[in-house]
């Protein structure tokens, strides 16, 4: 069972726009999350990161909400731009043996429209 | 360079054939990991390794072989490559919660 869920599989905005991509998650333990971005023929890169203990973090045009009673996290870009047209996965490390794993959602395709 | 590197970036092997993917990284990191990905399931986690000579599985883990005799390097071997291995594998390397992740290789077997 996926344990990260992103529900949405594409996502399409208008430049300047906001773009929201949303995530649930079932483990109630998860005490980090982070987003990844992913372009073609490129590795994951690291985008951003909340902990539990906040409801939310900033980074530039990039902002993260974690709404943890409903086991949600969203990850709002303002303004969207062409070159954030990207897969975006979101994360959460999982303790398992001596090792945090990282555990993925499916991702979210976003195109920005110029 | 410094970073984490993975050849060959394009392979095409047959349905049988044992292939074997390099990942290699210049930080001394102490995690390595191993994931494909494919359409609808994102990222999944193949094989990990906490050390040189540790190494554990992942979510999905069958049909494949690792070994991690030195820290730098993490070889993935599919030992009888399969249609259903047909994907895009991805390498990573951590000392912390964040992951640095390799350029993949995509992997066809026909």
């Known amino acids: 069972d996926q344990q990260v869920k992103q529900n949405s599989p594409s996502l399409s905005v208008q430049e300047g726009r906001i773009s929201i991509l949303n995530c649930d998650y079932t483990n109630s333990m998860f005490d980090y999350f982070l987003w990844y971005k992913k372009y073609p023929a490129e590795g994951p890169t690291f985008l951003i990161s909340?902990?539990?203990?906040?409801d939310k973090n900033e980074d530039g045009r990039f902002t993260v909400f974690l709404n943890k009673s409903a086991k949600h996290l969203s990850l709002h870009i303002v303004p969207s731009q062409p070159g954030d047209s990207a897969v975006y996965f979101c994360a959460a490390p999982v303790l398992s043996g001596s090792a945090r794993q990282l555990t993925f959602g499916s991702g979210t395709q976003l195109t920005v429209l110029p | 360079d410094a970073g984490i590197t993975q050849s060959p970036r394009y392979k095409i092997t047959e349905t049988g054939r044992q292939v074997t993917l390099m990942c290699h990284q210049t930080?001394?990191?102490?995690?390595m990991f191993w994931y494909r990905q494919d359409l609808g399931h994102g990222l999944r986690l193949i094989y990990y390794s906490a050390a040189a000579d540790i190494t554990d599985k992942g979510e999905v883990p069958d049909g494949y072989v690792v070994s991690r005799s030195k820290t730098e390097n993490f070889p993935l071997t599919l030992e009888s490559a399969t249609r259903s291995q047909t994907s895009v594998y991805f390498c990573?390397?951590?000392?912390?919660?964040?992951?640095?992740f390799g350029s993949g290789t995509r992997l066809t077997v026909v």
């Open positions: 909340i902990s539990s203990i906040k």
């Open positions: 990573a390397s951590s000392e912390g919660s964040g992951y640095t």
């Open positions: 930080w001394s990191h102490s995690y």
